[in-house]
């Protein structure tokens, strides 16, 4: 079983709705999480960075985590087309910077 | 100027041949790391490097080597290519504190 699991999609949507991805996780050292965006043929970019529980918010972004339940979401409002794109998750522990990614969701929402 | 930039864009190459894959960063920062990326698989970490003088073998180094030629220069080679090794390679760098930058990716095609 892998450390993160990911659901790799893909997940079609009409423009305007609200996205939900979500990543599980068995490793409770985890303590920082992040998710990037991939588009097809570029590099991640930095979309969220939390610590630990809770919620952060970033204009049409959420992020969420609840540790407990080693589950992490990533919610998009009001979704555009220019959100097609591959989404990963990411999480480490306080030791230092070493990532571990899920395999990524592939979203594709439709004019 | 893209922060994180990475020659070449696209290789193809044969089996049994050496190829160098190059990182450059200017964000200044002293972790760099190269992690290759298959579908379905997320990124996995070939190897990582916290300064100059240090050098670390991440999940996947087999097959493959680097040099630190200095803070801003990360260099990934494969020593004799394999049809395997045919990925998506991305480049990555951090500071202490931070989360992982990565550069656009060189598309490796090894015949």
């Known amino acids: 079983q892998k450390e993160v699991e990911q659901d790799p999609g893909p997940l079609s949507v009409p423009e305007g709705a609200i996205v939900s991805l979500n990543c599980t996780y068995s490793n409770s050292a985890f303590q920082y999480f992040m998710w990037y965006r991939q588009y097809s043929r570029k590099g991640p970019e930095l979309l969220m960075y939390t610590y630990s529980s809770g919620n952060k918010e970033d204009g049409r972004f959420t992020a969420q985590v609840d540790k407990s339940s080693k589950y992490i979401s990533l919610f998009i409002r009001d979704s555009q087309p220019s959100d097609s794109a591959t989404y990963l998750c990411?999480?480490?522990?306080?030791?230092?910077?070493?990532?571990?990614f899920g395999g990524g969701t592939r979203l594709m929402v439709k004019p | 100027d893209a922060d994180v930039t990475q020659t070449p864009r696209n290789r193809i190459t044969k089996t049994g041949k050496r190829i160098m894959l190059e990182c450059s960063q200017t964000?200044?920062?002293?972790?760099m790391y190269w992690y290759r990326q298959d579908p379905g698989l997320g990124l996995r970490l070939i190897y990582y490097s916290f300064d100059v003088k240090d050098i670390n073998k991440g999940e996947i180094s087999d097959g493959y080597s680097v040099s630190r030629q200095a803070q801003a220069k990360f260099s990934l080679s494969l020593e004799s290519a394999i049809p395997n090794q045919t990925a998506l390679y991305f480049c990555?760098?951090?500071?202490?504190?931070?989360?992982?930058?990565f550069g656009p990716g060189t598309r490796l095609l090894v015949l």
């Open positions: 990411a999480m480490r522990n306080n030791a230092g910077n070493m990532l571990t």
């Open positions: 990555a760098t951090s500071s202490a504190s931070e989360t992982q930058y």
């Open positions: 964000k200044g920062h002293d972790r």
